[in-house]
C-alpha cells in the first residue's frame, strides 16, 4: 500500500486533536547523542516491509516481543531508535546480518493497543545512520551506528533536477486520483533535494526494493536522478490506466445512450402500432419452430429455449449462444428423407457403368437392395468398412453406390483427428462451441437417410483430449445410432436411417471393438488385365476430355498399356496408370497446340517417347534350367510377382546364412525346409556328414525390399534339394505353399494374383497346395486353360514336377563323398560346380 503520511492535515473533531497531540510528542523527542568518535548507540526496531525516510512521518505496527521491550526502553529513557529493514520479511527471529547496512534514527511516540493484539505507534525520521555493529542481541537489539551528513548546497545541476522532478510529480499528482494535491504544494515548499526526493518516494511508494535503494544512496543528486526514472515510468503507466479508464467509460457511455435511445423506440413504436423489432424475431423465431417437423422432445427443448431469449435483453452475450442453438436445431434434418431406388437391374447397371471388376462388393450392395426391396420397413442399415489399398476405389465406389441407390453422399475424413469433440461436438459452455462433426456432416446432407462414408478410419489419432475411435462406437452401433448424443445439442438424434461406409488401408491400426461393428470387404487390388480395361474404359477417355483431345485423335495400343503399367507404375490400384496416360495426353496436346506431328496410334516405343526410360523393372522367369534356383511366385499389395530364390554351398561348418531383408516367417520357413531335407538325405542319396562340411547361403534378391511369409518353404526346399543332388530346376515352373517338417503341403493365399503373375511372365506350370482349389474359381478362364496348374500335397510331389531327372556325374558323386563340389574342378565337358552360377 502506498504511505501518504508525509503530512498531517489539521482535521477536525476528536481524532484530529488526538493526532496532532501524538505528532507533537514526537517533535519533542531529542536526537541520540554521538561520542567523541562520532558514533551513537540505541536500540534497533526490525521492519518487515516498511521504508522510514527521515523528516517522514508514519504509523508501525509491532507484534514482536523484543520490539515493545526496546520501544519502552526508548520511552523509559526518552530518546530514538534506528530502524533497520529485514532481507528476507518472512523472517521472525533476524540476527545482524539479516539487515540492509542503512538505516534511520527515528523517534517513536506512544503505543496503542490494537484489536488484533498488536500495537501501533506513530513514528518520525530523523537522520541516516550506517550500521558499524551489533552490541547487543538478547532481549532486544542494541546498534552502533554513525551519521551519514548529507550536502545541501543546490548548484545549477541541482536546481534543474529538482525543477524536472517537480514537473513529473506534478503529471503524476494530476493523474493518479488517489493522491492529494497539497502533496504537489508541499514539495514545492522543500528547498533541499535530498528532502524532496525522500518525500516524492514516500508519496508513489515504489516496491519495498527500490525504496531502500534509495535510502542507501547519500548523494541527493543522484537521489533526485532516481526519483526522476520512478516518476516517468509511474507517469506512463497513469497515462495508460487514464487511456483505458476513458475508453472502458466511453463504452459505458454508448451502451447506456443505446439502450435509452432503444427504450424510446419501443415506446415510438408502440404508439404507431408497429411493435419490438427483437419481439417480432423472437415470434418468427417460434414460428419456425412450430412450423417444423421436430421429434416432440426437440420441440418442447426448442420453445423453451426460444421463451429464455424472450426474456433476454437484446444485448445480453447469452442471446448469441441460444440463437446459434436454435439454428442448429432447425436446420438439421430430423425427419426428412430422400426415397430409395430398390430396383435391382438399375443398381447393378450403374455399379457396372462406373467400376470394373470388384464382385464380390457389387454383389454385397445388390444383395442389401434386394432385401430392402423385399422389406421395406427394414431399419438396421448396413456398415460396411472397405479395406484395400489407395487407389483401388474404396471412395469413388460409395458415390456410385449412392447414385445407384438414389440417397445422398456425403464425406468425412477421419485422418489425423485426434479430439474426441470432432465427434461427439464440444459443450455449450464453452465459447465458440459447435456440434461434431457427424452432425455437422447430417446438416450438410439434409436428409436422414444418407450415405455417410467415413474416409481413413484406420488413421484415427489418440491424445490427451480423448480417443475419437472410442466416440465412433455409438455412431456405428445399430443398437445404439438411434439414440445419439452430440455433447452441443443434449438431444437425441436418430443415425439409424443412415448407410455408413468406412474406408480403411488396413485393419491393423483400427481397434477390435470398433472394427466388430463393421463388415469387412476387402478391396485386392487390380490385376495387369483389369487395369487395362479400367484405363480403356474410364482413364483414357477421362483424360482426353481434361486435355481437351478428341476421342478418334488417337488411341493406345494393348502393348503400350502394358508396357506403361509393368515398367512405369507400381501400385495395387490405378492412381499412378491414370498420372502416366495423362502425362502423355499432355504432351500430344502441347503437338497439337504446337500445330507439329503427334501420333494418332500410341504403341508400346512411344511410351517411352514421351515418358523418358522406364523407372520400374520387374523379375523376368530363368531363361534356362539351373541347379540351386527355384522360382516362387509371391503375393504383394501391388499385386502378384515371381521371386527367385538361390541356394549356394560353399566348404564350411554346417552353418546357414539367408538374406535377402528376410522376415522371421520366412526364416523359419527355410529352417523347416533344410530340417525336412536332413531328414530325408538317406532317400536322396546325400550323405548324412555332408552338412557338417558344407555352409548353405540361401539368398531372395531384390534386398531392398522387405519379404515375408511361409509361402515360400516349398520353393526353398526344392532350390535346397536342387543344390544339393545337381538335379537343375525347370525354368518355366512356379510354384507357392507352406512345407511342414513332413514334408506336407498347406495352403497359402493370394492364389489369384500369384497364377496371374506366373502367366503374366511366361511360366508354363504353376504349383499350388491341393487345398487351394477352391481359390482357383477366381482366376480367369483363358488363363486357367493357358497353364499347367498341378496341385499337390506333399514334397515329394513337388520334386518329381520341378526338377529335371538325376544324371549320374562326377559332380553328384562328389557330394556325395562329402566333399563340396567348390573344391573339385568342372569337368573337361564343361558342367558347371554345383553352386549357382551367377553368384
Known amino acids: 500500500m502506498r504511505n501518504r503520511d508525509w503530512f498531517l492535515r489539521e482535521d477536525e473533531g476528536e ?5 496532532h497531540r501524538r505528532t507533537e510528542e514526537l517533535y519533542s523527542v531529542q536526537d541520540s547523542l554521538s561520542d567523541e568518535d562520532g558514533f551513537i548507540e540505541c536500540p534497533a526496531i526490525p521492519l518487515r516491509d516498511l521504508v522510514i525516510y527521515p523528516r517522514m512521518v508514519s504509523p508501525i505496527f509491532v507484534g514482536r516481543e523484543g520490539s515493545l521491550l526496546a520501544i ?42 490494537m484489536p488484533d493484539g498488536s500495537s501501533s505507534a506513530l513514528v518520525q525520521g530523523r537522520r541516516r545512520l550506517e550500521i558499524i555493529e551489533f552490541t547487543q542481541g538478547e532481549p532486544f537489539l542494541i546498534v552502533r551506528a554513525r551519521r551519514i551528513f548529507e550536502p545541501t548546497d543546490v548548484n545549477r545541476q541541482i536546481d534543474a533536477t529538482m525543477r524536472t522532478t517537480l514537473e513529473l510529480f506534478q503529471r503524476v499528482i494530476q493523474l493518479d486520483r488517489s493522491l492529494p494535491e497539497e502533496a504537489y504544494l508541499y514539495a514545492l515548499n522543500i528547498e533541499e ?17 527500490e525504496r531502500q535503494e534509495l535510502l542507501m544512496i547519500p548523494e541527493p543528486l543522484e537521489r533526485l536522478q532516481r526519483v526522476v526514472k520512478m516518476l516517468a515510468q509511474e507517469a506512463d503507466v497513469l497515462e495508460l490506466e487514464d487511456e483505458i479508464h476513458t475508453k472502458a467509460q466511453g463504452e459505458v457511455d454508448r451502451t447506456q445512450r443505446e439502450y435509452y435511445l432503444r427504450e424510446q423506440m419501443k415506446v415510438i413504436q408502440s404508439e404507431l402500432g408497429e411493435g419490438d423489432p427483437w419481439s417480432r424475431e423472437i415470434n418468427e423465431l417460434r414460428s419456425r419452430i412450430e412450423g417444423v417437423s421436430l421429434p416432440e422432445e426437440v420441440q418442447v427443448r426448442a420453445l423453451k429455449e426460444a421463451d429464455r431469449l424472450s426474456q433476454m435483453p437484446p444485448l445480453s452475450p447469452e442471446v448469441g449462444i441460444i440463437r446459434t442453438y436454435l439454428e442448429w436445431i432447425l436446420e438439421l434434418p430430423w425427419t426428412e428423407t430422400t426415397e430409395d431406388n430398390l430396383d435391382v437391374p438399375h443398381a447393378s447397371k450403374t455399379l457396372e457403368e462406373y467400376h470394373y471388376g470388384l464382385p464380390r462388393i457389387k454383389d454385397r450392395i445388390l444383395e442389401y437392395i434386394a432385401v430392402r426391396s423385399l422389406s421395406p420397413k427394414r431399419a438396421r442399415q448396413p456398415i460396411l468398412c472397405f479395406v484395400g489399398a489407395p487407389g483401388t476405389g474404396k471412395t469413388s465406389l460409395g458415390k456410385s453406390i449412392s447414385e445407384a441407390l438414389g ?9 489425423g483427428v485426434r479430439d474426441e469433440a470432432e465427434i461427439r461436438g464440444h459443450r455449450r459452455t464453452y465459447i465458440g462451441a459447435l456440434p461434431g462433426r457427424i452432425l455437422q456432416t447430417m446438416r450438410r446432407a439434409g436428409t436422414v437417410n444418407p450415405l455417410f462414408m467415413l474416409d481413413e478410419v484406420d488413421k484415427l489419432g489418440q491424445d490427451f483430449r480423448g480417443d475419437p475411435a472410442a466416440a465412433l ?39 477390435f471393438a470398433l472394427l466388430d461393428r463393421m463388415e469387412l470387404i476387402e478391396f485386392p487390388g487390380y490385376i495387369e488385365e483389369e487395369k487395362i480395361e479400367i484405363a480403356r474404359r474410364f482413364l483414357i477417355p477421362r483424360q482426353m476430355e481434361e486435355n481437351g483431345l478428341q476421342g478418334k485423335e488417337f488411341q493406345f495400343t494393348e502393348l503400350a498399356l502394358k508396357r506403361l503399367i509393368r515398367e512405369y507404375t507400381y501400385e495395387a490400384g490405378v492412381r499412378n496408370v491414370e498420372r502416366e496416360i495423362g502425362r502423355i495426353c499432355r504432351k500430344i496436346a502441347r503437338l497439337k497446340a504446337e500445330k507439329k506431328r503427334y501420333p494418332h496410334r500410341v504403341g508400346s516405343a512411344s511410351v517411352e517417347r514421351f515418358l523418358g526410360p522406364p523407372p520400374i523393372f520387374n523379375l523376368e522367369a530363368e531363361r534356362r534350367n539351373e541347379v540351386g534356383v527355384a522360382t516362387a511366385i509371391a503375393w504383394t499389395v501391388n499385386g502378384g510377382e515371381i521371386m527367385p530364390v538361390e541356394v549356394l554351398l560353399v566348404a564350411g561348418k554346417g552353418n546357414l546364412q539367408i538374406t535377402g531383408q528376410i522376415g522371421n516367417v520366412m526364416q523359419e520357413s527355410a529352417q523347416a525346409a533344410l530340417s525336412y531335407l536332413k531328414s530325408r538325405a538317406k532317400e536322396l542319396a546325400i550323405k548324412s556328414d555332408l552338412f557338417d562340411d558344407i555352409d548353405i547361403h540361401i539368398h531372395i534378391p531384390e534386398g ?16 535346397l534339394i536342387s543344390a544339393f543332388t545337381s538335379r537343375k530346376v525347370r525354368k518355366d515352373v512356379g510354384m507357392t505353399g507352406e512345407i511342414t517338417l513332413r514334408g506336407r503341403i498347406l495352403p497359402v493365399g493370394g492364389v489369384r494374383e500369384k497364377v496371374l503373375s506366373g502367366h503374366r511372365v511366361g511360366l508354363k506350370t504353376v504349383i499350388l497346395p491341393k487345398r487351394n482349389d477352391k481359390d482357383l474359381v477366381e482366376v480367369p478362364k483363358q488363363v486357367r486353360a493357358e497353364l499347367e496348374i498341378v496341385l499337390v500335397e506333399n514334397m515329394d510331389q513337388v520334386l518329381d514336377i520341378a526338377l529335371m531327372p538325376s544324371k549320374t556325374s562326377r559332380r553328384s558323386r562328389t557330394l556325395k563323398s562329402g566333399l563340396s563340389s567348390v573344391d573339385t574342378p568342372a569337368k573337361s565337358n564343361g558342367e558347371p560346380p554345383a553352386i549357382h552360377p551367377g553368384v
Open 407 to 415: 440417397r445422398k453422399f456425403v464425406r468425412l475424413s477421419l485422418g
Open 473 to 511: 462406437l455409438e455412431v456405428l452401433d445399430p443398437e445404439q445410432n438411434h439414440t445419439f448424443s452430440d455433447h452441443y445439442l443434449e438431444l437425441p438424434y436418430d443415425l439409424s436411417k443412415v448407410m455408413f461406409i468406412t474406408t480403411a488401408n488396413t485393419t491393423a491400426t483400427i481397434p
Open 15 to 19: 481524532f484530529g486533536e488526538t493526532l
Open 72 to 113: 519502552e526502553d526508548t520511552q523509559l529513557e526518552d530518546q530514538t531508535m534506528i530502524a533497520l529493514l529485514q532481507r528476507d520479511p518472512d523472517q521472525d527471529d533476524p540476527g545482524p546480518g539479516d539487515f540492509y547496512p542503512i538505516g534511520v534514527e527515528i523517534a517513536v511516540g506512544r503505543l496503542l493497543s
Open 704 to 719: 531392398s525390399i522387405p519379404k515375408d511369409g511361409p509361402s515360400a518353404g516349398i520353393t526353398i526346399a526344392t532350390a
Open 193 to 209: 533535494p535530498g528532502w524532496l526526493a525522500d518525500m516524492i518516494a514516500t508519496t508513489i511508494a515504489p516496491p519495498i526494493e
